[in-house]
């Protein structure tokens, strides 16, 4: 399938008579991101000003910007542009690089346009800024709705009147007396119904298009972590949105909404206010009143909350998916310390993780892996907490963010950070940022072991082996970490499969040397061209390609899976060994995980017998592995097949299909079998027979 970049907003490329062309850009990695939340808000303060909208025409560029398109997306804005007054460019860390590339072709192109910029990666930043890109006029610190409209009104008449606007930096005189002016800090806008909604700028056939929707119900975030700067506004009260403007948008969002789009809100802390339960209300209404279902993402308060329970009981009953996050980012003392952050106590971490269990929510765990503080070994620890408790890890190396404390030069100092420019996704080399490689606690070697035990963690612990590991780990006592550190060297020395061995080494030798990513071999796996950009949310794709290797074939797998068991039982002493049928169950049910993944890649559902004795299934939907609501019918061993619900099998095709699943498994929307449908082998009729149990599918 080839991708073709989205279009740019057509409407107002040829100016009337008299009015000036401004042109607001997001250059995304998005595919099919054809909204961008940012450009609607600027267009629609402006608009909202009559002054301002009789004497401007505005249009949009949200363009795919990977790869070749980032030519395609160049050629497609200089085309537009005539004689334009404002360019704009909306910068995060993923696209500054090409942002400031084309922000150079256009001021080439027309000298006299101004250059403005803005966003999350240039906010403060505007030394480094203006010497990178010294063709850039004016850029806007932080909020830029309300100020962005009082610079065009500057612009249209008298440039002199940007002294007066708070919050941006500029260029004042020319030649060898140019000088950078930086005015007075801008107040944060307290009133949010000033703003205009994003959703005015566009059209009902626009949102139909879009593969993903970003909205914010609120602004702020009470809390002040060193890794974080969300938006700018951390440490800071959380301002609302007027709730009639939200139902509005809402009802226009889901109405044209296609299918599996990705809506997320923006807000930092979901459930942190008593009408997030309302929010989430209204969203499960009105899909079930338009017969939608979308792919529902939020950012959950950081300190869970019965509020939390609440809300996302509402999104589970309304088939919204939508795994809370239990946030930690560390479990170490000393590595939350310095990040300025106080987590839920361990206890409460197990009994929250237990009640969502129960309710059959799923969770996950964000933890970042380098953070300065942070061993190996208590990286291994917290990661275990996590899965001990029922959870999903969620690990990412820690990236430094502009502005965050983190990247003070005292703290770096301190703490002897050792920073590389590198992919945040190793599968994505396109798309690089600051890299925290090293410090006081961690060496270079140590974070490249943490990485290559996260892959082996999502293979095996999330897709694989996953009943194993828990079987093991109940009956023997030993770590799940543990367990997951043992197979290290089969699969990135000896593995059993060549092609999934040579993926295991080649996401080791891209991360010590970027751009060493062997792209051939994971397209023949996948047959989807790599950066492309063909399926949105895509992440970590030599995981994904190893484990479409290992699962397609039945075969392949359950040889796999024998060499891997093999190797754990090696590492535990025969005398803790639980006994063969408990084995042999697990790893039944772990081939009928593979068979689910196969199902998602055929389309069809593929029952897979097993056959177990109560109490393994029981631990197993105990520790989130099996459906939930799993009952087992009366006898010492029960049988029965189990396979992939319909919901993971229909529409879309089965690369994105496959893709889509993996990545759900990956975050931990859901589990290879904890969704799956499980059907009893109906026993010889007798008088006490019980009708069977089915679990939910």
């Not at 006299?112 to 850029?139: K, Y």
């Not at 962005?148 to 009147?161: A, K």
């Not at 009640?355 to 061993?375: H, K, N, V």
């Not at 893709?659 to 109906?682: C, H, I, K, N, Y």
């Amino acid at each position: 399938m080839s991708f073709q970049p989205q279009r740019a907003d057509r409407d107002a490329v040829l100016p009337a008579t008299g009015r000036r062309q401004v042109h607001l850009v997001d250059l995304t990695t998005i595919a099919g991101a054809e909204y961008s939340p940012t450009l609607g808000y600027l267009q629609a303060a402006a608009e909202a000003a009559p002054d301002v909208a009789a004497r401007c025409t505005f249009t949009r560029h949200a363009l795919m910007s990977r790869g070749p398109f980032f030519e395609e997306a160049c050629e497609q804005v200089l085309a537009s542009l005539d004689d334009p007054l404002v360019v704009a460019f909306t910068v995060y860390f993923w696209n500054r690089a090409n942002s400031v590339e084309l922000a150079r072709r256009v001021k080439a192109a027309w000298p006299r346009c101004h250059i403005v910029m803005g966003g999350n990666d240039v906010s403060h930043q505007q030394d480094a800024l203006f010497a990178e890109a010294p063709w850039t006029d004016v850029l806007v610190h932080g909020e830029g709705e309300l100020r962005f409209v009082e610079l065009l009104r500057c612009l249209l008449d008298d440039r002199e009147g940007i002294r007066a606007i708070d919050g941006v930096s500029y260029w004042t005189g020319g030649g060898t007396g140019r000088t950078l002016v930086t005015t007075e800090p801008a107040a944060r806008i307290a009133d949010l119904a000033t703003v205009p909604s994003p959703l005015t700028a566009y059209s009902d056939a626009e949102l139909a298009r879009t593969s993903l929707l970003v909205y914010e119900t609120n602004r702020g975030c009470p809390y002040s972590c060193a890794f974080c700067y969300w938006g700018g506004a951390v440490n800071s009260k959380v301002r609302q949105f007027p709730m009639e403007r939200i139902a509005a948008d809402f009802e226009r969002i889901v109405k044209h909404a296609q299918p599996h789009m990705m809506f997320a809100l923006a807000d930092a802390n979901f459930g942190i206010l008593p009408r997030d339960v309302e929010i989430a209300r209204l969203l499960v209404d009105l899909c079930d009143r338009h017969g939608k279902k979308v792919d529902f993402f939020v950012t959950w308060a950081k300190n869970c909350n019965k509020r939390i329970i609440e809300t996302a009981t509402l999104l589970r009953d309304g088939g919204l998916l939508s795994p809370v996050t239990l946030s930690t980012q560390s479990f170490d003392p000393t590595a939350l310390n310095l990040a300025n952050r106080s987590n839920i106590r361990v206890d409460n971490f197990r009994k929250l993780q237990a009640e969502f269990r129960d309710l059959g929510i799923p969770t996950y765990t964000d933890l970042i892996w380098g953070m300065p503080g942070e061993t190996y070994e208590s990286f291994l620890s917290g990661t275990e907490e996590v899965l001990a408790a029922g959870g999903t890890p969620l690990v990412f190396p820690l990236l430094l963010l502009n502005n965050t404390d983190y990247t003070r030069e005292k703290f770096r100092r301190e703490q002897r950070l050792v920073v590389r420019h590198l992919p945040v996704d190793v599968s994505d080399p396109e798309l690089t940022g600051d890299m925290v490689v090293a410090h006081s606690t961690m060496t270079e070697e140590d974070w490249l072991r943490g990485l290559e035990f996260r892959l082996c963690l999502y293979l095996f612990q999330k897709s694989l082996l996953r009943c194993t590991l828990r079987l093991l780990h109940a009956a023997c006592g030993v770590r799940i970490v543990d367990l997951c550190e043992q197979l290290r060297e089969l699969l990135f020395e000896r593995s059993p499969d060549a092609v999934a061995g040579a993926l295991a080494r080649n996401y080791r030798q891209a991360w010590r040397e970027p751009g060493t990513i062997d792209c051939a071999l994971i397209e023949e796996e996948l047959g989807v061209k790599v950066g492309s950009g063909e399926i949105y949310g895509r992440h970590e794709i030599h995981y994904e390609a190893a484990v479409h290797r290992l699962v397609r074939d039945p075969a392949v797998l359950e040889h796999y899976v024998d060499e891997a068991v093999t190797v754990l039982l090696r590492s535990i002493p025969r005398d803790s060994w639980p006994d063969d049928e408990a084995l042999r169950a697990a790893r039944e049910l772990d081939r009928a995980a593979g068979a689910v993944f196969r199902s998602v890649i055929t389309g069809e559902a593929e029952p897979a017998p097993f056959r177990a004795r109560p109490g393994l299934l029981e631990l197993l939907r105990d520790a989130g592995d099996l459906p939930s609501d799993l009952v087992c019918p009366p006898g010492a061993e029960v049988a029965g097949r189990i396979s992939a619900p319909a919901a993971h099998l229909e529409g879309l095709a089965s690369s994105h299909r496959f893709s889509r699943f993996v990545g759900l498994v990956w975050r931990g929307m859901v589990a290879p079998l904890r969704e799956a449908v499980v059907e009893w082998d109906v026993p010889r009729p007798r008088a006490h027979d019980r009708e069977v149990s089915h679990a939910r599918g």
